[in-house]
């Protein structure tokens, strides 16, 4: 007997995300309800200038109360395709344009409550060409060498989950960069 779903019911259409609740049949027969995050999807950056830092940004995150450095990332508009989207969301919060944008992979944000899929990049070749950030995005960029990035991570000093997955897509990358 597999997982069974027997009923979906909208819960939240909201503007970011749709909240359902699903009821499913475990294969043992007993039922249980699940609150689902329904998300388009997302992108993370990793940006990388030619002195070899990686740009991070610095914002206020009102559910955790603080601000956190973390690496540019933005959600997928209907329709858009994840790199297009990495190449809008790169100018937005960080004012560069890439010449070159290497698909690096992805992973699901949180599987336990929400579908929501980030594909990470690396962008290189870095030009200025700034587009105007979201209206409720008050954003810093902060250039990291790479050398201290993964012992920043390690230390506890860059919370942010995406971030760090992304980080280590990449680690044979920056490694090579150091």
């Known amino acids: 007997m597999a997982f069974e779903l027997l009923k979906s019911e909208l819960v939240y259409p909201g503007r970011a995300f749709t909240v359902?609740?699903?009821?499913?049949?475990?294969p043992d027969g007993h039922e249980t309800a699940f609150d689902i995050v329904e998300h388009i999807g997302s992108v993370i950056i990793l940006p990388i200038d030619a002195n070899g830092h990686l740009l991070f940004v610095r914002q206020y995150r009102h559910a955790v109360g603080s601000d956190l450095l973390e690496l540019p990332a933005?959600?997928?508009?209907i329709g858009e395709a994840p790199d297009a989207c990495a190449q809008r969301e790169i100018?937005?919060?960080?004012?560069?344009?890439?010449?070159?944008?290497?698909?690096?992979g992805g992973f699901y944000l949180a599987p336990g409550y929400s579908t929501e899929y980030m594909y990470a990049y690396l962008?290189?070749?870095?030009?200025?060409?700034?587009?105007?950030?979201?209206a409720d995005e008050f954003l810093s960029v902060v250039r990291i060498p790479i050398s201290e990035v993964l012992a920043m991570c390690e230390n506890g000093e860059i919370p942010d989950a995406k971030s760090l997955a992304a980080l280590l897509l990449a680690r044979k990358h920056l490694e090579k960069q150091k």
């Open 20 to 26: 359902r609740c699903d009821t499913l049949r475990f």
């Open 74 to 77: 933005g959600t997928l508009e």
């Open 91 to 104: 100018r937005e919060e960080t004012g560069m344009a890439a010449g070159r944008m290497e698909p690096l």
């Open 123 to 134: 962008a290189t070749d870095l030009r200025s060409d700034p587009l105007e950030a979201d």
